[in-house]
């Protein structure tokens, strides 16, 4: 099935390198605005299933990797002890400068809270998200805290002072 | 008549967990519900950056404190998919059984707080009793009651002890001879009926289009279960069924779960009949020294609360570069909840949101 759709794929889209694994798992490098559309394209084909959306800041290359896992839903009964994979890791790289890119609420509406999560943590924009609020954290931070750039230590050592343990465990060496 | 904007959570009654709901309310009616987590926020992605790939052991099972066996199992899914590692036969049927028994406690411990919701408070001692004897079973295997790290990537940290296996077979037996008395007390008890039907009701393409899991997709009759879509461990060694339910409601859902113990428990007798021997080890690098090639990778499995899923990456390092829990509470507790809660009565909304197995710090993280 996977290859089929990697043909297809091939076809609509440019700026699009297709990987498929030793298990079936897909994985697809697409450029930022064609994300929309190949997300669409897998729906249609029974990729119904957004599993997660989630971010890696790639802070050497400067840029954050954002990525979409798809997955489809099994027919009435689904074909027992097949051991493949049937996922699609969708992933597209964005500036690190300017973090944007489109949500995809519009196609899988489960996304509304990871795209919120990713906001919150990583500072990402998503055009077109009606709902950017905090979800998680009680205070807002000069740099997103699941940056890599965002240092833990330091900065407990900045509001607390000390780090409990592991201060005491330095001086003494 | 007035509306009013209602804080429930996190120290309401009716609210198990630290999660709260902000509801917009007219009379008894939710016109809105939205949904606030973060109460439990500990930021364990981030802080598994910093610590080995074994170090995050004592991280990955706190995510979920119902359940911690399923995150053992998942991250050390992950650790050997990354690095090659290949788990003797034995372990994987170890690994089975530990997880099965674990999904038997856990929904025992979601009854116990189902039925404490709402007021069956005798269900709900009895679900914790039974849950204790699974309980001790682990502290004899493990040496730990609620977070065992007894999965490891390269298989299980030590055999089953001597007469292990007869204890498992007895602890099941009394539990399970007590199924009819659930049944005439809570299952099929007319007052626990009438609450929990047609509460909260979704139909098939609600759940698929917001990214349900587990008891809530199975009790709209979708045979939806990794377990049997993706086998790991040795789920596709025995035969065993997917209970469904049709009628997506509060009561459906209880009721899929209950089937689900069943289930496991006759899943735990064939697999123990089955158990080959062997190792239960394949030996692992010095963890201090253990560096996992460059990639990524998702893994899944079933907790015992729908799709459980981790995206990793590894940078070719001795840590993780980063570290992505899909947990299934996730989308049940901010994206169904709110909708379903729309024109409920204030008195359901921990019936509803108990029946959707939401937990709070799965959420948060």
């Known amino acids: 099935m996977n290859h089929s759709m990697k043909n297809q794929l091939l076809s609509l889209f440019t700026e699009i390198q297709i990987d498929i694994k030793k298990d079936n798992e897909m994985i697809i490098n697409a450029a930022k605005n064609a994300i929309i559309g190949i997300l669409s394209f897998c729906k249609s084909k029974g990729y119904e299933h957004l599993a997660l959306v989630s971010c ?66 990583f500072g ?50 | 008549m007035r509306k009013l904007e209602l804080y429930f959570g996190p120290q309401h009654l009716g609210m198990v967990g630290n999660f709260s709901i902000t509801l917009n309310v007219e009379g008894d009616r939710i016109i809105k519900a939205k949904a606030n987590p973060g109460y439990l926020h500990r930021g364990f992605e981030k802080l598994m950056e910093y610590r080995t790939w074994i170090q995050n052991f004592p991280l990955v099972c706190r995510i979920n404190v119902v359940e911690p066996d399923h995150m053992e199992m998942i991250y050390a899914m992950a650790v050997e998919k990354l690095a090659g590692i290949e788990v003797p036969e034995r372990a994987q049927y170890i690994r089975t059984i530990y997880l099965e028994l674990a999904r038997i406690a856990s929904h025992l411990f979601g009854l116990w707080a189902y039925a404490n919701m709402l007021g069956l408070d005798t269900v709900a001692q009895w679900a914790m009793y039974h849950r204790d004897l699974i309980l001790d079973l682990f502290e004899e295997l493990t040496g730990a009651r609620v977070y065992h790290i007894y999965i ?117 007798f064939k697999l123990l009949d089955k158990m080959p021997g062997g190792k239960t080890y394949t030996r692992t690098p010095n963890p201090f ?25 590894s940078d070719g390092k001795d840590k993780p570069y980063r570290v992505h829990f899909r947990t299934p509470s996730y989308s049940h507790g901010l994206t169904i909840l709110e909708k379903v809660l729309q024109n409920e009565s204030i008195a359901d909304v921990g019936n509803i949101m108990i029946s959707l197995y939401v937990v709070a710090p799965e959420i948060d993280r």
């Open chain 2, 152 to 268: 490891w990537p390269g298989g299980v940290r030590r055999d089953f002890p001597p007469g292990f296996k007869e204890k498992i077979i007895k602890t099941l037996h009394s539990i399970g001879s007590c199924v009819p008395d659930y049944n005439d007390i809570f299952f099929h008890n007319k007052l626990f009926y009438q609450r929990a039907a047609d509460i909260g009701k979704l139909n098939r393409e609600q759940v698929t289009a917001m990214g349900g899991v587990g008891q809530v997709m199975r009790a709209t009759g979708m045979k939806y279960d990794i377990r049997k879509i993706e086998p790991y461990g040795a789920y596709d060694k025995v035969e065993w069924n997917v209970p469904v339910r049709e009628n997506g409601d509060a009561y459906s859902r209880i009721m899929v779960v209950r089937d689900e113990m069943i289930e496991s428990v006759h899943m735990i």
């Open chain 1, 124 to 173: 990402i924009n998503f055009n077109g998200h009606p709902r950017l609020t905090p979800l998680f954290l009680e205070r807002t931070y000069k740099i997103p805290p699941f940056r890599k750039n965002f240092d833990t230590r330091e900065y407990v050592k900045k509001v607390f002072d000390e780090i409990p343990f592991i201060d005491k465990k330095e001086a003494s060496k």
């Open chain 1, 56 to 121: 890696v800041d790639w802070i050497e290359q400067k840029k954050f990797e954002l990525v979409y896992i798809l997955s489809p839903y099994p027919e009435q009964e689904p074909e027992f002890s097949k051991k493949e994979k049937t996922n699609i890791i969708l992933k597209t790289r964005i500036d690190r400068e300017q973090p944007e890119i489109v949500s995809v609420i519009n196609i899988f509406k489960n996304a509304e809270p990871y795209e919120r999560e990713i906001h919150e943590l």
């Open chain 2, 289 to 313: 020294k253990w560096n996992i090639p460059a990639g990524e990778t998702y893994v899944r499995c079933e907790s015992s609360r729908g799709e459980l899923g981790l995206y990793m990456v």
